[in-house]
């Protein structure tokens, strides 16, 4: 099994985890947590912070890789939208991403 990495966002400053987990800081009503997010309605896994959703796939490649740049998105190599492993997600344009899917779907 390949070794998990941790580090700070970028942006946000929370802990991230190459295996797809984000730290969230409780606060005085719930517990501080590591937690891979919970299902939005496209099926993406989102967390929140600072009362903002954002998808977890994108937190882990701008974690690990960089910021993704304007008009490229994050692709799930094995189509599973829930396996936000660094090692599935790779930076590609909507193009490259469409030719991994066998539906049109919005990359998030």
Known sequence: MPEVLEKLHPVLGIPVRSNGQ????????????????????????????????????????????GLIPKGMEVDHLDRDVTNNDLSNLRVCSHKENMRNTKHVDTCQ
């Open 22 to 65: 984000v730290f969230l800081k409780g606060r005085w009503d719930s517990v501080s947590k590591w937690t891979y997010g919970s299902p939005h309605t496209n099926g993406y896994l989102m967390v929140s912070v600072n009362k903002r959703l954002y998808l977890v796939h994108r937190l882990v490649v701008e974690t690990f890789i």
